[in-house]
Nanobody, 120 residues
């Protein structure tokens, strides 16, 4: 089992940057693919970025070139670096863990979320 806690959200102006962190506890983090998702007011949850056990990455088109996902298996952390933020990036951001080491559409463990607000 895995427990996930996000941090680093806040209020920034358009064009600014934020660094989100996800701290994991449990025995499966180092062998699990990880992902970041977000949910904006009035919208469904959407995929943002994913990273495999061996640090292959994938990004949604809306954040490609602006966001970067990384992980430190020894420290049980995954990070989402967000640059050139836009008001449309405003959402609650969630960290998620899968039960497999590679890319997957199924995530079984979720954090509580952290609010990101980008002002115009």
């Amino acid at each position: 089992q895995v427990q996930l806690v996000e941090s680093g959200g806040g209020l920034v102006q358009a064009g600014g940057s934020l660094r989100l962190s996800c701290a994991a506890s449990g025995r499966t983090f180092s062998t699990s693919a990880m992902g970041w998702f977000r949910q904006a007011p009035g919208k469904e949850r959407e995929f943002v970025a994913a990273i495999t056990r061996n640090s292959y990455t994938n990004y949604a088109d809306s954040v490609k070139g602006r966001f970067a996902i990384s992980r430190d298996n020894a420290k049980n952390t995954v990070v989402l670096q967000m640059n050139s933020l836009k008001p449309e990036d405003t959402a609650v951001y969630y960290c998620a863990a899968a039960r497999v080491p590679g890319f997957t559409s199924q995530y079984d463990y979720w954090g509580q979320g952290t609010q990101v607000t980008v002002s115009s």
